[in-house]
C-alpha cells in the first residue's frame, strides 16, 4: 500500500509579506545610499565615465601595447571629458550671473511692466504680490546665487571623482580577465555586465547625438532673435540635455528671462516658442524614445528615473538616473528567472520566455 505524498511546505512568508519585507529592506538600502550621497554620487559618476572611455583601451590591447598603457588612456579621456563638462558648465553659470547684474535695471523696468499689466486685468493684490516676490531681481540674483553654490559643490566633489577615476580603470583592466580566471560558469554574469556596460554608452552616445543638434538650432535662434550670449545658451542646452525629459526647461529659464529684459513680452514669447517647438519635438518626444530603445528602459521608468534619483543623490542624479536605473534591473532581476516579468515592464525587449531557459543569454 503506497502512502499518499505529503503536500509542498507553504512558503515561510506569504506573498504580501514578502513584498512589505523587501519595501522596507529598499527604503533602508535608499535612506543609507542618500545619507552618503557625498560618497556615492562622485562614486557612480567615477565608474560611469570608466565605462564610457573604456572602449579606448582596446585599439591599445589589440596592438600589444602593455596594460598601463591602456589604463592611463582611459584615466586621460576621462579626465578630459569632466573637465570639459565642468568647464561649460562654469561658463554657462558666470555668463549667466553677469548677464542678471548687467541688466538688473531693465530687469526692474520689466517687473514693473508685468505688475502693471496684472493690475489693469483685475488680479487681486495676493496675486500681484506673489508674482513680485518670485520676480523680483534680488530673488533672481539669489537663485542665481544658490544655483552657483550647486555647481561649486558638485566641483568640490570631483576630487572624489578624480580618485575613483583612477582606481577604476585599474580594477577594470584586470576584471577583463574574470572570464579567464574563473571559467564558463560565470560567463552568465559576465554577459549581463558587458549588456550594462554597453547600455551605458549607448545612452550617452544618444544623448551627446541630440544634444548637439538642439544646441546648435537653439544656439543659431537666439543670434537670429538678439539675444544675448547665444553660445553660451547653446552650451547649457547641450549640457541640460543628458538630463532625460526635464533638461529644456532648465536650458530655458536663463535665455527667456533675458528675451523678456532685452526685448519684451514679444521677444520673450519667441523664445519660448522655438525652444517648446525644437526642444520638446526633439527632446521629449523623439530622443526618450531613441533613449529607450537603446537602454531597453520604458518611457515611464526613464522620466519617474530623474525625479526619483535627484531626491535620494541629488543633482547628480538627474545626470545618474538611467544608468542607476539600469545597475538596480542588473543587480536585482537580470539574475533571477522569476523576475522575468518585472524585466518585461521596464522595457526590457529580452526578457521573453526563450531568455528565461537555462543557458540562453540575453543579447549584449
Known sequence: MTRAASPAPPPALPPGLRVLVALAAAVVVLAGVSFARSLVGPLALGI???VICEPVRRPLDRRGWPRWAGTTAVILVAYLVLAVMGLLLWVAGVQFAGLVSDYLDQLRGSLD???AWMQSAGLDQEATDAVSSVLDPKAIVGVVSSVGGTVVGVL???????SYIIFTAADAARYRDAERVFGPGRRPVLARIRRLNTGIRRYYVVNA?????????DGVALWALGVPAPIVWAVLAFVTNFIPNIGFVLGLIPPAVLAFVVGGWPLFLAVIAIYCVVNVVLQVLVQPKFVSDAVDLSLTLSFFSVVFWTFVIGPLGAILSIPLTLFVRTLLLEGDPGSLWLRWLSG?????Q???VPGSLPDS
Open 156 to 162: 568640490t566633489a570631483l576630487f572624489f571623482v578624480v
Open 209 to 217: 547625438s541630440f544634444g548637439a543638434v538642439v544646441a546648435i538650432i
Open 348 to 352: 526590457d525587449r529580452t526578457a521573453t
Open 354 to 356: 526563450a531568455s528565461a
Open 48 to 50: 560611469v565615465l570608466v
Open 113 to 115: 511692466d508685468v505688475l
